[in-house]
């Protein structure tokens, strides 16, 4: 995932082929036929059992609208953002992080939400090229979890010089965040069926946030 030989003129899509569909089949096979019991299954034994595996994915289903409109918005769509089928509901949701648990709280409404923000970032992604992709860059507040996160980006992210509470991401490394996020909590969600006694459907790679040295990963 360094595409350190591409050039700068290369189709952006072939950085972060995951973005296409690989994501969405592994998440969707994951949570196929679970029960609401098992969806909802919290503990407060380990800290990443806090929230069940309806939450996660309702979590990592809100970020990519989250990221590409909220924040990327004035300068991926300065015409004004595309017609996104109940956009209200899914970015202004009275839930830390996540889809409005009224509106969206059976699976097959989550996982059609994950499908169109996955398609979203697809779709950002092939307006690009490799050079533009790493060129263009936002600004945010560091929640305290970029000098983490940052491990696991072989480029893409630096910190205000004047103002350490300043981070430039380019538009590669958000779109690669948004693919460890998503990795990441599959791997939750995997840790939460264990929990209850359930085996894992799919492999993760390896790599991104879970991989790093320093990331909680204890099992039940």
């Not at 009275?94 to 059609?112: C, F, G, M």
Request: aromatic share 10%; proline share 5%.
């Amino acid at each position: 995932m360094t595409g350190l030989d591409m050039s700068d003129s290369a189709p952006a899509t072939a950085l972060l082929p995951e973005l296409e569909s690989e994501l969405y089949r592994m998440i969707s096979a994951e949570v196929e036929g679970l029960s609401d019991e098992q969806l909802d299954f919290e503990s407060d034994r380990w800290e990443w059992s806090k929230w069940s595996i309806r939450r996660n994915l309702s979590h990592v289903a809100s970020g990519d609208y989250r990221w590409l409109l909220l924040r990327w918005g004035p300068q991926l769509f300065p015409e004004g953002l595309p017609d996104i089928a109940d956009l209200d509901n899914i970015m202004n949701s009275p839930y830390d992080r996540r889809l409005d648990e009224n509106v969206y709280w059976e699976v097959s409404s989550i996982l059609a939400v994950l499908r169109r923000g996955l398609e979203l970032c697809h779709s950002v992604l092939a307006g690009e090229t490799v050079g533009t992709s790493r060129s263009k860059e936002l600004k945010f507040d560091d929640s305290g979890n970029w000098a983490v996160f940052a491990q696991a980006h072989p480029r893409g992210i630096r910190w205000d010089p004047d103002d350490p509470s300043q981070v430039y991401i380019t538009l590669e490394a958000t779109l690669r965040h948004r693919i460890f996020e998503h990795t990441t909590h599959l791997y939750n969600i995997q840790r939460l069926k264990r929990a209850q006694g359930l085996e894992a459907r799919v492999e993760i790679p390896f790599e991104g946030y879970f991989a790093l040295p320093t990331w909680d990963r204890s099992e039940p």
